[in-house]
């Protein structure tokens, strides 16, 4: 009776958002490896061209100013992401969402990237990011390219009711005798069978293989969706560990009274000290506000494992820095959960990892849904006979 009950819940949850899991699964897939198929689809945007350059960049302020004219009216640089140790453009972001808006192209005002020469301070490209093809799949995998209001609570509710369908369906995969012939279809497939029991099997064996995995991508996506969730379990990991949090690190250090601007300084600071950082990110803010921040990044593909860099104007020095190793367990597990949930964790190996992972989770409602039309055509076919 309660495997009855199961596999009717099993069944109608995945009718309601299999197309969303698929999507998702789908678009997960191909976005594991936008960072190395976005070097290798734009060569023109994301390389210097010119390589015969000196070894300093420009100051920042400058390389902004020259980013801002190739912008329309309006437009607005919000973000820089820098790579100084190896050849390739900075990029600057301008880009404006309204979050009450319907549909994808209403809820990105605009979302440009200006790809530029460091080292001369020429602009290689601009880029309308709104239509670019990895950003698509982004936001068709965050928002079903329905805009943040109408599109994200779809996705989160159906990630959440995509963890129901994995608990459930190993409770389904259970094996009644751990021996014989259906023991060995619980893990293995018989290619020699006939195409309806395969597919079945297909559904039950990938299935399980990808469970585990499965889990990690919902959990993780689910502390996107929900911050709620995400602030419970960061409590939860904390308690784990004894003593303050000594996550921040006051370390005042005076920068040199020179006549730059002071991003212009702080920038200078941050690629003295850590030159061997493959990224740093800044969030601009108003020249107003008195903390200008850059996040540096020890491996471009790992975003959650920093040194944020909290400086002062008013005072003129380097203020805090914030260490992604001396985070609490719980804090360090959120910093972690973007690498976490694209497979970025433990580099390229991880990667394969969750690319067919996320290929399995895809193909889960396709091999069901044909379960559930192979069972309703035979009902109505004995229906008929009767």
């Not at 698929?22 to 734009?42: N, P, V």
């Not at 970025?344 to 044909?370: D, E, M, N, Q, R």
Request: positive net charge; glycine residues 6%; aromatic residues 14%.
């Amino acid at each position: 009776m309660l495997k009855s009950v199961i596999l009717w819940l099993h069944k109608w949850l995945g009718i309601i958002t299999g197309l969303i899991v698929f999507i998702l699964g789908l678009t997960g897939c191909i976005y594991t490896f936008q960072d190395e198929l976005k070097l290798w689809a734009y060569p023109e945007k994301y390389f210097i061209h010119d390589t015969n350059h000196s070894t300093d960049p420009l100051p920042l302020s400058i390389l902004l100013s020259n980013a801002q004219k190739s912008l329309d009216k309006g437009e607005k640089i919000t973000r820089v992401d820098l790579y100084p140790a190896t050849n390739r453009t900075w990029i600057f972001r301008a880009q404006k969402t309204d979050a009450e808006a319907f549909g994808h192209w209403n809820y990105f005002q605009y979302y440009k990237r200006v790809f530029i020469n460091p080292y001369n301070g020429s602009v290689q490209q601009v880029e309308n990011s709104k239509t670019e093809f990895f950003q698509l799949v982004l936001q068709l995998h965050l928002n079903l390219l329905l805009g943040k209001k109408f599109g994200h609570p779809i996705v989160a509710w159906s990630t959440a009711i995509f963890v129901i369908i994995l608990l459930s369906g190993i409770v389904l995969w259970w094996p009644k005798k751990w021996k014989g012939k259906n023991l060995k279809r619980s893990f293995w497939l018989d290619t020699k069978v006939k195409w309806k029991r395969l597919n079945h099997d297909l559904h039950n064996v990938i299935g399980f293989y990808s469970l585990f995995i499965g889990l990690i991508f919902a959990i993780t996506g689910l502390a996107f969706a929900f911050p709620g969730f995400k602030k419970s379990y960061i409590a939860t990991f904390n308690l784990l560990q004894s003593g303050t949090n000594n996550a921040q690190a006051l370390v005042p250090t005076s920068l040199p009274p020179a006549e730059e601007r002071f991003q212009d300084k702080a920038l200078h600071y941050s690629l003295k000290h850590y030159p061997q950082a493959e990224m740093m990110s800044i969030r601009l803010k108003k020249e107003t506000e008195r903390e200008f921040d850059i996040q540096i990044r020890r491996y471009e593909k790992r975003s959650g494992v920093f040194d944020w860099l909290y400086f002062d104007r008013v005072d003129n020095n380097l203020k805090e820095i914030k260490s992604s190793n001396r985070l609490h367990y719980g804090d360090k597990l959120a910093a972690l959960n973007y690498d976490i949930h694209t497979g970025g964790i433990g580099g390229i190996g991880t990667k394969i990892i969750a690319f067919f992972a996320s290929l399995c989770c895809a193909s889960l409602p396709v091999t069901g849904y044909i379960i559930w039309m192979n069972k309703s055509k035979k009902k109505k076919k004995k229906r008929l006979l009767t």
